[in-house]
C-alpha cells in the first residue's frame, strides 16, 4: 500500500528515492518530459507529497540534474595517489564508464534540450568546469607546459572524447571494443595536446 | 510608409526578407525567443501578412534554420576541381570562417535549445549529415583508407572542430590567430584519423 511506503521513509530516504526515480525516466525521456505525476505514481505516494519534498518542479529537476551531474562528477575522480600516467588513465577510463552507462541521460542533459533548459544549465556548467578544472589538474601531473591555447585545445579535446564515446559502435559487455575506444582517447590525448607544440600539416604550407 | 514597401516586394523577395531578418534576430537570442511580431515589426508588415507567406510560427522557424543551414552547408564546399589538400584545407577553412562569423548563430542552433528544438531537428541533422559525407569525401579524396573506426573518429573530429572554433581567443580581423586556429585543426585532422592505424599511449602498456 502506498500510504504504508510512504510513512517508512525518512525525508531524506523519501528525497533521495524520487531523484532516483526521476534519473531513472531520463533514460528514455527528456528533462521536459519528465511528469512529476509519473514520479510521484511510481513511489506511490501523491502528487502532493513529492511536493512536500520539492518546492516546485523546477526544484526536483534540479535534484535531478545536480544528481545525474555529481554521479557524472565522482565517476571521473581518479584516487589522488596515483602515478600521472594511471591518473590520466583513470580519468578516461572513468569519462567512458559513465558516458557508456548513462548514455542516454547524458545525451539529455549534455545535447538535449535540458543541456541549455534555463532551470538546469548553471548545474550543467558547473559539471563541465570541475571536469575542466581535472583534466588541467592531469596535465600538470605529467609536466605538461601550461601552453597558450591549452584551455580551449583542451575543451575541443573534451568535445572529441563525448563524441567518440557516443559515436563508437559498441556492444555491451564488448571488453575488446570498450579498451580500443579507451586507447583511441588516450592516443587522442597525447597528440592533440602535443600539437600545440608541433602541428602537423597535411603537406608543407 | 510600411504598406508603400509591402506592395513593391515580391512573394519571394518578401518571404527571403522575412528569413533575413529572422536570422539577424538569431545571432542574439534563441529561436524560442525568436518573436514573429518582431519580425513583421522589423518588416514593416502586419503580423497578419507574415503568415501569409508562412503557414505558422513553425513554418517560419524552419525557413530561417534552413536558410543558415544552406548558408553552413555552401560555406563548406571547397571546389571541386581543386587538389586533394587544397581540398581538404578549402573544407576546414570554410568550416572556420562560417563558424566564426555566424557564431551565435551556429551556437543557438547547434547547441543551443534550438539544436534539439523539435521544429528544426530534422533540418540541422541534415546539414550535419551532408557535411559528414563532405569529409568522407576529402578523406576518400586523401587516399584515406576506409579505416573500421574512421565513421565514429570523423564525428569526433568535427565535434574538436567545433569546440576548437567556439574556444579559440579570436578578436575578429586577427588574422594570424584564425591561421593558427586553421592550422590546428588541420593538424588535428592529420593525428586524429592516422591515430586509428598507429594510436600512441602515455606509456608503454
Not at 54 to 76: E, G, I, L, N, P
Not at 187 to 201: E, N, Q, T, Y
Request: net charge neutral.
Amino acid at each position: 500500500m502506498p500510504g504504508k511506503r510512504a510513512t517508512r521513509l525518512t525525508p531524506d530516504q523519501r528525497r533521495e528515492q524520487l531523484v532516483q526515480i526521476g534519473l531513472e525516466m531520463l533514460a528514455d525521456r527528456s528533462l521536459d518530459e519528465l511528469s512529476t505525476d509519473e514520479v510521484a505514481r511510481r513511489a506511490g505516494i501523491s502528487r502532493g507529497l513529492l511536493f512536500h519534498y520539492f518546492d516546485s518542479k523546477r526544484d526536483f529537476y534540479r535534484a535531478v540534474v545536480r544528481a545525474a551531474c555529481d554521479r557524472f562528477t565522482a565517476a571521473t575522480e581518479p584516487d589522488g595517489s596515483l602515478e600521472p600516467v594511471a591518473w590520466m588513465r583513470a580519468f578516461i577510463t572513468g569519462f567512458v564508464a559513465y558516458v557508456l552507462e548513462h548514455r542516454r541521460v547524458y545525451l539529455a542533459l549534455v545535447r538535449g534540450a535540458a543541456g541549455s533548459h534555463p532551470a538546469v544549465g548553471d548545474i550543467v556548467g558547473e559539471a563541465r568546469e570541475t571536469l575542466a578544472r581535472r583534466l588541467r589538474d592531469g596535465q600538470r601531473r605529467l609536466g605538461m607546459p601550461d601552453a597558450p591555447r591549452l584551455e580551449p585545445a583542451s575543451r575541443a579535446w573534451m568535445a572529441f572524447a563525448e563524441e567518440a564515446v557516443i559515436s563508437w559502435p559498441l556492444d555491451e559487455d564488448d571488453d575488446a571494443a570498450r579498451d580500443e575506444l579507451c586507447a583511441f582517447i588516450e592516443a587522442s590525448f597525447v597528440s592533440l595536446l602535443g600539437l600545440l607544440d608541433r602541428p602537423r600539416a597535411l603537406a608543407p604550407r
